[in-house]
C-alpha cells in the first residue's frame, strides 16, 4: 500500500516570503499522480497543483511549484510571495496509475497547517 | 469546472437515528465517487468506493452496516449513517473525478454531530 508523509505539522512564513512544504510518499508503482490540496477553515478542498510521475518537468501554477524528485520520492511544495489566504492546511495525496477513470480514492498525508505573519 | 455539490452543510442528530448525505455532480457524471471522514486536526481517510449501479466497496475497519452507501445515478451518491451514535460525529467529505489524472473535485463537506 502507498503511503505519504507530511514531516511537518505546522510551519510559518512572513506575508511575502518564500515557504516550502515537504511530502515524501512510499510506493512500487512507477507511474502515478501526486497532488497538493488546500483546505482553508471553511473547509473546501481545493485542488493546488499536481503532478505526472512520468513527466520530469515540475509542475507549476503561479507563486506554487512543486519541487519533484522520483528518485527520492519526494515532492514539495513552494510557494512564494505568500499571501493572507495561504494560510490554510495543506494535504500532499498520491493516486494509483490504475485509477485512470477515477476508480481509486486518493491517499492523503496528515497534513501541513500554514500560518502567514502579517 | 467540474463542481460536486453536497447537502446538508451541517446536521444534529439525535443518537440511534439515521442521517443522510447527498453528493452530486453538477456538471460531470461519475461512475465511482468516494466518501472520506476527516477528524479535527487530522487527515481525510477514505471511508468508500461508491460505484455507480453497484455496490460499494469499503475500507478495512469501515462498518458497511453502518454506512451505507447508493449510487443510483451517474450525478449522485449517497451516504446513509444508521444508528448514529456520538462517536460517528465528524466531518465527511465526498468527492469525484471529472477525468484521468485531473485531480479529484470535492464536495463542501458534511458535518454531523450525534447527540
Known amino acids: 500500500a502507498q503511503t505519504v508523509t507530511q514531516s511537518q505539522p505546522e510551519m510559518s512564513v512572513q506575508e511575502a516570503e518564500t515557504v516550502t512544504l515537504s511530502c515524501t510518499y512510499d510506493?512500487?508503482?512507477?507511474?502515478?499522480?501526486l497532488f497538493w490540496y488546500k483546505q482553508p477553515p471553511s473547509r473546501q478542498m481545493i485542488l493546488v497543483i499536481r503532478?505526472?510521475?512520468?513527466?520530469?518537468q515540475n509542475a507549476t501554477e503561479n507563486r506554487f511549484s512543486v519541487n519533484f524528485q522520483k528518485a527520492a520520492k519526494s515532492f514539495s511544495l513552494k510557494i512564494s510571495d505568500s499571501q493572507l489566504g495561504d494560510a490554510a492546511m495543506y494535504f500532499c495525496?498520491?493516486?494509483?496509475?490504475?485509477?485512470?477513470?477515477?476508480?481509486?480514492?486518493?491517499?492523503f498525508g496528515k497534513g501541513t497547517h500554514l500560518i502567514i505573519q502579517p | 469546472g467540474a463542481v460536486v455539490s453536497q447537502h446538508p452543510s451541517r446536521v444534529i442528530c439525535k443518537s440511534g437515528t439515521s442521517v443522510k448525505i447527498e453528493c452530486r455532480s453538477l456538471?460531470?457524471?461519475?461512475?465511482?465517487m468516494f466518501w472520506y471522514r476527516q477528524f479535527p486536526k487530522q487527515s481525510l481517510m477514505l471511508m468508500a468506493t461508491?460505484?455507480?449501479?453497484?455496490?460499494?466497496?469499503?475500507e478495512q475497519g469501515v462498518e458497511k452496516d453502518k454506512f451505507l452507501i447508493n449510487h443510483a445515478s451517474l450525478t449522485l451518491s449517497t451516504l446513509t449513517v444508521t444508528s448514529a451514535h456520538p462517536e460517528d460525529s465528524s466531518f465527511y467529505i465526498c468527492?469525484?473525478?471529472?477525468?484521468?489524472?485531473?485531480?479529484?473535485?470535492f464536495g463542501s463537506g458534511t458535518r454531523l454531530t450525534v447527540v
Open positions: 468527492s469525484a473525478s471529472a477525468g484521468a489524472g485531473y485531480g479529484y473535485t
Open positions: 510506493t512500487s508503482e512507477s507511474d502515478y499522480y
Open positions: 503532478q505526472e510521475a512520468y513527466k520530469q
Open positions: 495525496a498520491y493516486l494509483s496509475p490504475y485509477s485512470g477513470g477515477g476508480a481509486d480514492g486518493l491517499t
Open positions: 456538471d460531470f457524471q461519475a461512475t465511482t
Open positions: 461508491s460505484n455507480e449501479g453497484s455496490k460499494a466497496t469499503y
